[in-house]
């Protein structure tokens, strides 16, 4: 991978200090790579927010986030006493100013390098005016580094994600700009590429000779909880699909890159991505199928439908819920779809990818009701992590037919503790220079191109009512869609 220094030296300042990401995730994660010896002591993380907060104000939000973690409270009182405040107004040429003059002041104090890493985690909105005056002001101007690390939503559609692109493309060029997608930061994610490019008994089968169908479902039980105003014009097309689901196929589907470093694995997903087969409007309902959660039982409580959420319009056309039929047109993929289905209130959180092969060509175990069992390979992205192998074998009881047995490797709870969250890996990959774990504009671009006549069509079609109960998995049609190719979801 493309890394510098395994020692990095820098201020990260985070636009939306006062925000729910920066606490729930981005705080957090800066502690892990303190604590885990990956941050040395020579950084700093400046906030920024509008809010009037004083230094210690900032600092004590840090504390009472990571204060889960176990640790003695001197070294996170000395852990937060790298975190600065700095309230500003995003349009005033002056905020960033003063903001450059504490940076500087921090970098003297801490002996930091010129390295600056800016992290926008805010509404996408601001992303093109602090952008524009990061540079105008000299904030981004280093003698080191500069880099700048954007939440999505990257815009709104191909259109908008263009004009997003160009106004932060004015102050950054493509290799300072890392495009978050927390999914790609995830252990399981990044095992796809160790499975598939690491094991002799799998690439050779990677291809439509060997694989029926792959199958990526994303599942949540939790609601649109507070998040409505951003939720409803975004629905899980925009939300889940557009992003982290096309990005599980790119990986899934990818040719083996000719080295492991950034340019050649974009440069595979980007060659999957641009073989998607585009669907026309019209096309939309033979491939897709949409889906709005009402009322339901979920873990046991009665949960409302998303009509009844708060912020939601009772008329809403958004899609809680998505399933969907990819076909790759390319020699390996011809003829195999990909299934990815993702939605809120289903019956439990969980993502994981099965890649179902095809039935051997004769079945001679087949009688006395034993059907075979297609041998199906599990990558287990969360909350279990892991891979399980179904295959078929005479089970050790005298019987005479093939049984379905699995070989399961499910990583254990303490490695789970230890495992690096998908934040703390990102924040650390761009502190190091690795953007190999975002999205290069070109991803953005086709993901966007592929998911706007899906999401045009269904904002001219405004039909969609609750569709699923809470607690389910998803409207019947989903079920069907895979049913008319003789297939059916896996839930295992
Ligand atoms: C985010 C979406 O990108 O991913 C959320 O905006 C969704 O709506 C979340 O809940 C799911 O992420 P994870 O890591 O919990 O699967």
């Not at 509404?123 to 093109?128: I, L, M, R």
């Not at 289903?346 to 004769?362: A, G, H, R």
């Not at 991803?443 to 006549?453: K, M, Q, R, T």
């Amino acid at each position: 991978m493309n890394t510098e220094t395994n020692n990095p030296k820098a201020v990260i300042v985070i636009f939306g200090a006062t925000g729910d990401l920066a606490k729930r995730k981005l705080y957090p994660s800066i502690h892990r790579l303190y604590h885990s010896g990956k941050l040395g002591d020579q950084f700093a993380v400046v906030g920024v927010g509008r809010r009037p907060w004083s230094h210690e104000d900032l600092r004590a939000v840090v504390k009472e986030s990571v204060s889960s973690d176990d640790e003695a409270e001197a070294k996170i009182e000395e852990f937060s006493s790298h975190f600065y405040y700095h309230d500003f107004d995003v349009s005033s040429p002056a905020s960033y100013q003063s903001l450059n003059t504490l940076l500087a002041g921090l970098e003297d104090t801490y002996s930091i390098p010129n390295n600056r890493m800016f992290y926008l985690a805010m509404a996408p909105e601001f992303f093109g005016t602090i952008a524009k005056f990061l540079k105008s002001e000299g904030v981004s101007k280093t003698t080191g580094w500069s880099r700048l690390v954007i939440e999505k939503p990257f815009g709104h559609d191909l259109p908008s994600a263009k004009t997003l692109n160009e106004e932060i493309r004015d102050a950054f060029s493509e290799d300072q700009i890392y495009r978050i997608d927390h999914y790609l930061g995830k252990q399981m994610v990044q095992n796809i590429e160790v499975i598939r490019f690491a094991n002799a008994i799998f690439e050779p089968l990677w291809t439509n000779r060997y694989i029926s169908n792959i199958q990526i479902t994303s599942s949540e039980s939790l609601g649109v909880e507070d998040r409505a105003r951003y939720y409803e014009s975004s629905g899980a097309l925009r939300d889940m699909v557009q992003n982290h689901m096309l990005q599980m196929v790119a990986l899934l589907a990818m040719e083996p890159p000719i080295k492991l470093n950034t340019e050649e694995i974009r440069s595979e997903k980007r060659k999957a991505l641009r073989a998607l087969r585009p669907f026309s409007k019209d096309e939309v309902d033979q491939f897709f199928v949409r889906g709005q959660y009402d009322a339901g039982t979920v873990d046991g409580n009665l949960v409302p439908s998303y009509l009844e959420e708060q912020n939601v319009d009772p008329n809403s056309n958004t899609e809680t819920f998505v399933a969907g039929k990819l076909l790759i047109d390319n020699f390996r993929w011809a003829g195999v779809p990909f299934y990815i289905r993702t939605g809120k209130r289903l019956e439990k959180k969980s993502t994981q990818i099965v890649v179902q092969f095809k039935d051997i060509p004769m079945n001679l175990y087949y009688g006395n009701g034993n059907s075979m069992h297609p041998n199906l390979l599990v990558i287990h992205i969360q909350p279990d992590e892991g891979i399980t192998l179904h295959l078929n074998a005479r089970k050790l009881d005298g019987g005479t037919y093939a049984k379905p047995i699995k070989l399961d490797y499910q990583t254990n709870y303490n490695d789970i503790m230890n495992t690096p969250e998908a934040y703390e890996k990102l924040i650390h990959d761009c502190l190091l220079g690795d953007a190999t774990n975002f999205a290069h504009w070109d991803e953005v671009a086709l993901s966007w191109n592929f998911v706007d006549p899906i999401s045009e069509k269904w904002a001219e079609n405004k039909t969609l009512k609750p569709n699923y109960p809470a607690g389910s998995m998803g409207p019947k049609e989903a079920d069907q869609l895979l049913e008319k190719d003789g297939y059916h979801w896996w839930n295992i």
